[in-house]
């Protein structure tokens, strides 16, 4: 509970303070409402079932606010579980089937999350109020004014036990300074300006966690620093092939998805797993003509640009770039193959900072040396002498993203996210995003944040659109095509990361080259003209 709770203090927006604007005193006028469900213009969100149920009989529009999202899965900041919620301004609601009702509906936890982000010494200033009762479950007192909201607001239920005194905080949308007392589910502002009843109003935590997990509309392109990487990985496999006129309408319909970066993948070979040179003027290389050419039209198009070296075995059907490593037999082969690989790596880094890239990956998949700590902080100690951008390294998942010692020495930790979800075909969406949280791998991801204090992306992940690409996304592309797996999976990663703070982004596996790879008969991992590539535009906010 400590390391998740640590967690999610990591955020880009760890310093921003409350905001609580008072909520129009109109009642939303629905635009629809049938079955259950109402629709509210002001925000063209709509609210159904339990969730309208519990809004209505909850204070509405001054105790909830306006809904600012619709129903969606989110893996809880404080006990690692899989939740349906729905953001509103000043709530995020959270269903609970195991309870009974009224139970089955709870406010998060917002204020208790804000808190430890905020404050993890404590909010300075505080102080009780003169005669306030003391409540002992967390030695914090409640009197005045927030003591009559507490008790005609719902009381524990709807706000939680007090987890501060008041004190003075300033409005992150106004600039104010407001008298605010923290609970748990809620924050209290004491607005004298206005009239009565509204001189106690909730803070806007539903306002204030969306926008800091990134879900606010769509992130301008190229993304401001902190924003979400919505990026595909791009990839060719011989000199010459980037630069063609296919290739460039290809990276047109990438843009089109609302991709805001991709990473482009250039390959270096070694003979054998035992050789110590690595070249890179191969003719299944591109050339450095090749990557200037797509790194200017991918800023044309707005797209940053991560630059991911590879390097692999030259003969087709070889050993697979992690199994580099272990089968030298000497120190001198280590060195010589290190020194082989900062010429290698240098060279690109150097080319990406002539180019003008955004990110650069100093290697991919090499868990054969990765153990190798000093080795790898001196590769990127002389990236770091020629390429002035963030960097990060994509580690291959299942073991090599835990065994990494050196996560502090780059900017973003990156995982190639191959994970291997459900024992079945074409699981539901939901059956996959709970195999993501129960299989441990999330705790993982963001546990692994946590230790280094890093952001984490998915440097690659992808599935092809075949029947099983689930249950091992690598190794099932000789099955039948199977388009909705693959949207699902797409999907389910969506749902369970996205909205995380410790989450930088993903880089998809893979756009093609070729604008005609894709479509429904294509058992390949391209998303391009199927399913999957409609939950990528809604969450890449092409639509």
């Known amino acids: 509970m400590r390391t998740l709770r640590l967690l999610f ?45 519990y809004w209505q009989s909850h204070g ?17 900041a404080l006990d690692g579980k899989l939740y349906t919620v729905q953001y509103f301004e000043r709530s995020v609601l959270e269903k609970h089937p195991e309870k009974a009702p009224p139970f089955d509906v709870l406010p998060t936890q917002l204020g208790t999350i804000r808190y430890q982000q905020k404050y993890p010494n404590g909010a300075p200033g505080q102080h009780a109020v003169p005669g306030s009762p003391l409540f002992p479950a967390t030695g914090h007192h409640v009197g005045g004014p927030f003591l009559a909201y507490w ?11 007090p987890i ?34 509204y001189k106690v109003l909730l803070a806007q935590l539903g306002t204030l966690r969306q926008r800091e997990i990134g879900l606010l509309g769509n992130v301008s392109r190229p993304a401001a620093p902190g924003a979400r990487l919505k990026g595909l990985n791009y990839a060719a496999w011989y000199a010459g092939q980037y630069a063609t006129p296919e290739a460039d309408q290809s990276l047109a319909n990438l843009a089109a998805t609302g991709a805001n970066t991709l990473a482009l993948v250039v390959t270096g070979y070694q ?60 120190p001198d082969q280590w060195n010589a193959w290190f020194a082989s690989y900062q010429a290698f790596i240098d060279h690109y880094a150097a080319l990406a900072q002539q180019q003008g890239v955004d990110l650069f990956c100093v290697g991919t998949e090499l868990l054969g040396t990765s153990g190798h700590d000093a ?14 951008g963030p960097l990060t390294y994509a580690s291959n998942w299942g073991g090599e993203e835990t065994g990494i010692t050196w996560w502090d020495a780059v900017d973003y930790i990156g995982v190639d996210a191959y994970y291997p979800l459900t024992g079945k075909p ?74 995380q703070p410790w989450f930088a982004g993903m880089y998809w596996w893979s756009w093609d080259i070729n604008p005609n790879r894709g479509g429904s008969g294509d058992p390949s991992f391209t998303p391009y003209d199927k399913p999957a590539e409609q939950v990528l535009q809604t969450y890449y906010g092409a639509h």
Request: glycine share 10%; aromatic share 10%; with cysteine.
């Open 426 to 499: 074409d699981p539901s969406v939901d059956e996959l995003q709970h195999a993501w949280v129960d299989r441990g791998y999330f705790t993982t991801l963001s546990g692994l944040a946590a230790r280094f204090g890093k952001p984490l992306l998915f440097t690659e992940i992808g599935y092809g659109s075949v029947v099983g690409a689930n249950q091992d996304p690598v190794g099932t592309q000789n099955q039948a095509v199977d388009l909705p797996e693959q949207a699902h999976a797409y999907q389910a990663a969506f749902g369970v990361f996205w909205n």
């Open 151 to 161: 008790q005609s607001h719902g009381a524990l239920a709807q706000q939680g036990y």
């Open 375 to 388: 080795n790898w902080r001196a590769i990127i100690g002389g990236i770091r002498g020629l390429f002035h």
């Open 164 to 197: 501060s005194e008041e004190f003075t905080e300033v409005s992150a949308l106004d600039g104010k300074p407001y008298t605010v007392q923290y609970f748990e589910r809620a924050v209290f502002e004491w607005h004298p300006e206005n009239s009565t009843p």
């Open 9 to 53: 203090a990591i955020s880009s927006l760890i310093g921003m303070s409350l905001s609580g604007t008072l909520a129009p005193a109109a009642q939303a006028h629905p635009a629809a409402q049938a079955g259950g469900c109402q629709t509210f213009p002001v925000t063209q969100h709509t609210v159904c079932g339990l969730f309208l149920a």
């Open 60 to 76: 509405g529009l001054a105790q909830q606010g306006y809904p600012i999202g619709e129903e969606t899965q989110e893996v809880s």
């Open 271 to 330: 003979d054998t797993l035992t050789s110590t040179q690595i070249i890179w003027t191969t003719p299944r290389t591109p050339t450095d003509g090749d990557l200037a050419h797509v790194i200017a039209q991918a800023h044309a198009r707005g797209l940053q640009v991560m630059l991911k070296p590879h390097v692999d075995v030259a003969l087709d059907g070889a050993p697979w770039r992690g199994q580099i490593g272990p089968a030298f037999s000497s």
